[in-house]
């Protein structure tokens, strides 16, 4: 069932958000630093760009082997997913830089990851920050009929295989940005009137949205077969590859933290009312791992920590490891949950097993 309203309950009894709040706006304060990136973040952007892009001038203008220019392709998969991670999303989020216009522009490397800003924003920022795990609401966990995320969603023969396939439509994540997803999602998004903040021009989003497909493609398929001497399903191939890595990398992270065995996906009443706050919400669907891996930390720019991106959205990932140490405290404070696994591994162990759990026949049906 998909609910029209959803109503946060209002009432906080124990005070949680308001206790955690205070405890990390004292953080800052007394460390004498802001919540948004700094040097650190901005020596990793500048990574992943090269990561991304270096490769892609490398291959226009270096005469190589096919197999090491598709090596090359995979590497630059690796970058797409990193400059989404941690320059795009922090960007979009209000939190790279203090600077407004820092933040548009970081922001705005979507359109070269092939997607688009106003569609992002509404689809992350309102819909899944805002009903995270809440079916019909946040997108995230809604995979059409294919895959099934929830046990709210009608079950189909074909999710008895779920845990083995779904890994291999993982890697479609970007490419449907670039091909399908921007242009049904603009189209929902503009009907239903959302947005993030004011509510924009329709014809200007439809222009920017057409522009900047017309320009990604040019960069991407057209040049590079204007200038290398290769067929057109050769750069197709390689055009693949990047987005493939860049798609399961990406599908992967949220999947961690949000498709697994310890997080929750709260139904409301009849009426829409969730029974927790909004903060407390988050503490029941969101799960962390990897929370000790320094590598993972990096490179998925703190979206191993997404109890605390969540409940924070606007503090940026550099500084997640450190606030990680007061959320759990305070949850653990006032009996809430923190979830967490130790390990990458064994957070993929437990997306798979839920996948086939999933994946049975329920008895209902």
Do not use: C
Request: proline residues 4%.
């Amino acid at each position: 069932m998909d609910y029209p309203n959803i109503t946060f309950s209002k009432i906080d009894k124990v005070k949680f958000f308001k206790t955690l709040n205070k405890k990390v706006t004292a953080y800052f304060k007394e460390n004498k630093i802001k919540r948004t990136g700094n040097w650190k973040l901005y020596t990793k952007a500048l990574i992943m760009f090269g990561l991304f892009l270096v490769p892609l001038i490398v291959i226009l203008t270096v005469s190589m082997p096919y197999w090491v220019l598709l090596l090359l392709t995979l590497v630059m998969g690796i970058g797409m997913a990193g400059v989404g991670m941690n320059v795009m999303h922090d960007g979009n989020h209000g939190s790279f830089s203090s600077k407004k216009w820092v933040n548009k522009l970081m922001g705005s490397s979507i359109y070269i990851l092939a997607g688009n800003v106003y569609n992002w924003k509404v689809q992350h920022n309102v819909l899944h920050h805002t009903f995270t795990n809440i079916k019909g609401h946040d997108e995230d966990i809604d995979a059409g009929r294919i895959i099934r995320f929830s046990s709210q969603s009608k079950w189909l023969k074909i999710h008895r295989f779920q845990k083995y396939y779904s890994f291999l439509l993982y890697g479609l994540l970007t490419i449907n940005w670039a091909i399908t997803t921007d242009f049904k999602q603009m189209r929902s998004y503009l009907k239903r009137k959302l947005s993030y903040g004011k509510f924009p021009n329709p014809v200007t989003e439809w222009t920017v949205l057409i522009s900047t497909k017309v320009a990604y493609y040019l960069l991407w398929i057209v040049l590079p077969l204007l200038v290398l001497d290769f067929s057109w399903w050769q750069v197709l191939i390689g055009f693949f590859i990047m987005h493939y890595t860049a798609g399961i990398i990406l599908s992967m992270i949220f999947q961690l933290a949000h498709v697994v065995p310890n997080t929750d996906m709260p139904i409301p009443d009849k009426k829409g009312n969730l029974k927790n706050t909004w903060a407390i919400h988050q503490l029941y669907t969101t799960s962390n791992f990897a929370p000790n891996n320094k590598f993972i930390s990096w490179y998925s720019g703190g979206l191993n920590h997404q109890v605390e991106h969540h409940i924070f959205p606007n503090i940026s990932h550099v500084h997640y490891k450190k606030i990680a140490k007061i959320v759990k405290e305070t949850a653990l404070e006032f009996n809430l949950p923190y979830h967490e696994y130790k390990t990458t591994r064994r957070a993929i162990i437990e997306h798979f097993n839920l996948l086939k759990t999933l994946g049975k026949k329920p008895a209902y049906a």
